[in-house]
């Protein structure tokens, strides 16, 4: 088994069922898709089992609220993949994704240097959101994300940087879980639970990197925060990032500028 993609979702199904069937249709590396049912409503829950019916797919839920760590390790726990992928529900994959970031974890760099991998995208909190599509993540047709895809792939075509990336779609080797662990579901539930798990990668010598090439659909904000106030949403990020802060004294971060620094030298 090549991959495994672990999907956690809580009360949405029209963009997880977008998810499931691009990932179905557009991935042509060997895998098992993992559906982590994150305590949706009755009705959610119904709908999606009648989903995994149609997709083949491994169906879990958590047996209290995960949120967002909580699930995707639930998820891990029964992954059989030599490459793990976590990929929000809220996504649409496009062919090849898996095979291309794959393809750069295998080179020397990927196997020595790398944390994990990224795609582009239409909206993340980091260098990967393509200017071009950020505002056709509203309008855009499920059909249409192929189409930007394949303009992506000709303007980054093996382009590679190391940066900070974020947790909508992270795929790695599943070394790296022995190396690091699984996300932090005490301290960051949500919120910055990619940036504490890079940052500890990064302890180790292991970078993130981004491959341009590579797009990756993404709507945002539609599972887990969806459900949230703006109240709520603000006070989660604001104690992530005081943990994120406390934990990592010695690392200056700038999330804006999408950069941590150390000793005054900026390591990605």
């Known amino acids: 088994m090549k ?34 049912n994150d305590q949706s ?22 047996k209290t609220r995960g949120w967002h ?11 059989r993949g030599e490459y793990i992928c976590l990929l929000n529900s809220d996504t649409i994959v ?26 582009s995208s239409s909206y993340c909190a980091s260098h990967q959101q393509l200017p071009d599509y950020h505002q056709t993540r509203y309008t855009i ?20 940087m190391a940066t900070r990336i974020t947790g909508f ?11 690091i662990g699984k996300l932090d579901e ?26 341009r090439q590579v797009y990756v659909y993404h709507f945002g904000e539609i599972s887990y925060l969806k459900a949230l106030g703006q109240d709520e949403k603000k006070e989660r990020w604001s104690v992530a990032d005081q943990r994120l802060r406390a934990k990592y004294k010695d690392i200056g971060f700038n999330l804006i500028q999408n950069t941590y620094w150390k000793d005054q030298e900026v390591v990605y």
């Not at 409503?41 to 958590?62: A, P």
């Not at 779609?169 to 190396?179: A, D, E, K, P, V």
């Not at 940036?195 to 970078?207: A, I």
Request: hydrophobic share 40%; charged share 25%; aromatic share 10%.
């Open 3 to 36: 991959l495994s993609i672990i999907v956690p979702v809580h009360n949405e199904f029209q963009m997880t069922r977008w998810c499931l069937l691009s990932i179905m249709n557009r991935t042509t590396v060997s895998y098992e898709l993992i559906l982590v």
């Open 186 to 211: 005490e301290m960051f539930p949500s919120a910055d639970n990619e940036s504490d798990w890079f940052l500890r990668n990064l302890s180790k010598g292991l970078k993130p990197y981004w491959v």
């Open 41 to 62: 409503n009755e009705d959610i829950t119904r709908q999606l089992k009648t989903l995994v019916g149609q997709v083949k797919c491994k169906y879990i839920e958590t």
């Open 94 to 119: 496009s062919e090849y994704w898996a095979r291309d970031m794959i393809k750069f974890l295998e080179t020397d760099i990927g196997r020595n240097q790398c944390s994990a991998v990224g795609p």
């Open 141 to 160: 047709k499920y059909h249409e994300t192929q189409d930007v895809a394949d303009v992506v792939f000709k303007k980054y075509k093996d382009q590679v």
């Open 169 to 179: 779609c992270m795929l790695f080797h599943r070394s790296r879980l022995q190396i």
């Open 69 to 79: 760590s909580g699930a995707c390790n639930l998820g891990i726990d029964v992954a």
